[in-house]
Every structure is written in C-alpha cells, then in structure tokens.
C-alpha cells in the first residue's frame, strides 16, 4: 500500500467521512496512466466519475502529452463514458477481460 501511494497521485472523494470515489495517476514517460476510477454503486449516475476523470486530467504534469486508461472489454458502459470524455480504443489485450487500452491526446 505505502508503495503504490508512493508511485501514483491519489485523489478520493469522502462524503461524512465515508469514502465515494478515487482515482490515481502516474507519469509513464509522457503519458498520463490512469487508473482505479471508482465511485459508490449507490452514487453512480450523478456525474462523479466525470468530475474525478476531469480532476486527474487537469493535475496532469505539464510533461504529459496524453492520457491513457485501461477497462475490460466488457465494461459496455465504461467504454461509452470514456468514448464521450474523448478517449479512443488504442488495443484490446489479451485475457480473459480482454483488457481494452484507451488513449487520448492532451488538449
């Protein structure tokens, strides 16, 4: 755990102390890695995802010249989100989740 702090930025969103939503990031020579966008089941829908999405973009260091995230090929509706927040499919990885790489060009 203190590893994994130590090599991502890490944001989460707590509401009355309980936690609703994180995502981390990390420079990968000048991409922007994104991973481990959460929120509550009980909250999706409400556009955190969205707003923690945009949060790590903005944080992005300014050596970052795109974005890059990873999905499983079945997340039907990750995909569209990431598709509308401008992401396209870069590859679709082997394994049973078919793990789906997205990228996207920092604007």
Do not use: C
């Given at each position: 755990m203190q590893a994994s702090l130590e090599a991502w930025d890490v944001y989460v969103v707590r509401v009355a102390g309980r936690l609703v939503g994180s995502v981390r990031a990390r420079l990968d020579d000048r991409e922007w890695d994104i991973g481990r966008l959460m929120v509550a089941p009980d909250l999706r829908g409400r556009g955190l995802g969205r707003a923690l999405l945009d949060h790590i973009m903005a944080v992005a260091p300014p050596q970052a010249t795109s974005y890059r995230l990873f999905t499983g090929k079945q997340?039907?509706?990750?995909?569209?989100?990431?598709?509308?927040?401008g992401f396209s499919v870069r590859e679709v990885l082997d394994g049973r989740s078919g793990p789906v790489v997205l990228w996207r060009p920092r604007r």
């Amino acid at each position: 755990m203190q590893a994994s702090l130590e090599a991502w930025d890490v944001y989460v969103v707590r509401v009355a102390g309980r936690l609703v939503g994180s995502v981390r990031a990390r420079l990968d020579d000048r991409e922007w890695d994104i991973g481990r966008l959460m929120v509550a089941p009980d909250l999706r829908g409400r556009g955190l995802g969205r707003a923690l999405l945009d949060h790590i973009m903005a944080v992005a260091p300014p050596q970052a010249t795109s974005y890059r995230l990873f999905t499983g090929k079945q997340s039907e509706a990750n995909l569209r989100r990431y598709k509308r927040a401008g992401f396209s499919v870069r590859e679709v990885l082997d394994g049973r989740s078919g793990p789906v790489v997205l990228w996207r060009p920092r604007r």
